[in-house]
């Protein structure tokens, strides 16, 4: 059975996290500073036991935890916010200004496209936690360039660390199971026409590898992969 408990070195000061007991099938990362450790995504309220043991390997606590990077509002995203506030009260919460709105309790989470998808979230909700800095397209994360990526969801972001061409694209692509797909899946978009330009967007940029919130790291031909999921993408 694949080991989902210890971090995975991706590259320097790079570790994904698995969120759930299933390898790959939905990546947080922890991010190393010289000051401590930027966590990208906080997953399911069941992985906040998950990062604390994963920042625990890393030989650090929740003093360690310095900031919190949430790359859209959707629960898969940020449904430990609120344990892992609690465990680190000092963190840092960041986010795009739209999904800020949301994460706060500000505004409701916007509703996918598909109409059975959005009748099953009807009673979802934010975490309501405050979102403490508010980032902007081409701000850092860490080392990690925020680019917009609208269509999953409205604020959606993606980070690119433009020294090594390391691509977390979030929800932006996504393999689930077995497919790369542009938006993971179509009825989860909020717009699915807006994913796919992101999607075009992130093609333009000079990246080597791709770490989706769902699915393997891609290495080889990284590229090449996603240019054919946007190329067979019909939305």
């Known amino acids: 059975m694949a080991d989902t408990k210890t971090p995975e070195t991706v590259a320097p000061g790079v570790y994904r996290v698995d969120g759930i007991g299933f390898k790959n099938a939905l990546n947080m990362l922890l991010l190393e500073n010289d000051d401590g450790w930027t966590l990208v995504d906080t997953g399911v309220a069941g992985s906040v036991e998950r990062i604390k043991a994963a920042l625990g390997a890393l030989g650090s606590g929740p003093e360690g935890l310095k900031r919190i990077f949430l790359t859209h509002q959707h629960n898969d995203h940020t449904g430990g916010l609120k344990g892992l506030v609690e ?6 919460v960041g986010a795009t200004a739209h999904e800020a709105e949301v994460i706060s309790g500000r505004r409701g989470l916007d509703p996918p496209s598909n109409r059975f998808f959005r009748t099953m979230a009807r009673n979802a909700r934010p975490p309501g936690v405050p979102v403490t800095r508010v980032l902007h397209e081409g701000d850092l994360v860490s080392g990690f360039r925020v680019i917009l990526t609208p269509g999953h969801s409205p604020g959606h972001a993606s980070l690119l660390r433009d020294e090594d061409g390391l691509l977390f694209t979030a929800d932006a692509f996504g393999c689930l199971p077995r497919k790369v797909r542009v938006g993971v899946i179509k009825p989860l978009c909020t717009d699915p026409k807006l994913a796919r330009r992101s999607a075009e967007k992130l093609l333009a940029e000079d990246f080597a590898t791709v770490v989706f919130a769902h699915g393997p790291v891609l290495r080889a031909g990284a590229k090449r ?4 999921a946007v190329a067979g993408c019909r939305y």
């Open 87 to 92: 465990w680190a009260p000092h963190v840092e």
């Open 225 to 228: 992969t996603l240019r054919e």
